[in-house]
Nanobody, 122 residues
Framework: QVQLVESGGGLVQAGGSLRLSCAAS????????VGWFRQAPGKERAFVAA????????YYADSVKGRFTISRDNAKNPVYLQMNSLQPEDTAVYYC???????????????WGQGTQVTVSS
């Protein structure tokens, strides 16, 4: 019922910035918790950030806290991930996901996007 599409990935130099977008068809993101995850080659998928349904409280992994910001554009629908001070360790495929639950720290999201590549050069 919901299709998620990530965009905004690309190649940036260390210290640079990038903004990812997650657009959805179907129900409004106001009814969903939306999370961002990433997976680097040879590594497990890892949680990055989330914005909870309802009041929109945000949550971040320790590795990105202070550098990344997740936000929601209610008028235009997409959820954004603003990434600043990017480092080579941030290189990964980034996925957005949506859940009908309020944020509880879990990874059992209902819908997943196809991913967008982020590459940070040194």
């Amino acid at each position: 019922q919901v299709q998620l599409v990530e965009s905004g990935g690309g190649l940036v130099q260390a210290g640079g910035s990038l903004r990812l977008s997650c657009a959805a068809s179907g129900r409004t993101f106001l009814s969903y918790t939306v999370g961002w995850f990433r997976q680097a080659p040879g590594k497990e998928r890892a949680f990055v950030a989330a914005i909870s349904r309802g009041y929109g409280r945000t949550y971040y992994a320790d590795s990105v806290k202070g550098r990344f910001t997740i936000s929601r554009d209610n008028a235009k629908n997409p959820v954004y991930l603003q990434m600043n001070s990017l480092q080579p360790e941030d290189t990964a495929v980034y996925y957005c996901a949506a859940s009908e639950k309020f944020y509880d720290g879990g990874n059992d999201y209902d819908y997943w996007g196809q991913g967008t590549q982020v590459t940070v050069s040194s």
